[in-house]
C-alpha cells in the first residue's frame, strides 16, 4: 500500500512538471509569436513606404530611364539565381562537428 502511494505521488510530481514545462513553452511560444507580428508589422509598413516612393519614380522617369531599369534588373535577376541542387545532393549540407 505504502509503495502504491509512492507511486501516485511520483506520477502526480511528474504530472505537475510536465504541466509546468508545457505553461512554459506556450509562454515562450506566445512571446516569440508578438516579436514575429512585430516584425511583419514592420515590413509591411516598410513595403508600404517603398512601393510609394517606387510609383513617385516611376511617374519622375521616361520611358528609355525606365527601359534601362528593367534591363539592368532583369541581368541581375539572372546572375543571382541560384541554380537547383544536383541530384542527390543534399537539400541542407551538414556541417561539421
Do not use: C, F
Not at 510609383?55 to 535577376?77: F, H, I
Amino acid at each position: 500500500s505504502a509503495s502504491g502511494a509512492s507511486v501516485v505521488a511520483i506520477d502526480n510530481k511528474i504530472a505537475q512538471a510536465m504541466d509546468l514545462v508545457k505553461s512554459h513553452l506556450m509562454y515562450a511560444v506566445r512571446e516569440e509569436v508578438e516579436v514575429l507580428k512585430e516584425h511583419i508589422k514592420e515590413l509591411y509598413e516598410r513595403n508600404s513606404v517603398l512601393e510609394r516612393e517606387n510609383a513617385v519614380l516611376k511617374s519622375l522617369a521616361n520611358s528609355e530611364q525606365l527601359g534601362k531599369l528593367s534591363n539592368q534588373l532583369n541581368t541581375q535577376r539572372l546572375s543571382t539565381t541560384p541554380s537547383p541542387p544536383a541530384w542527390g545532393e543534399a537539400e541542407h549540407p551538414r556541417v561539421a562537428a
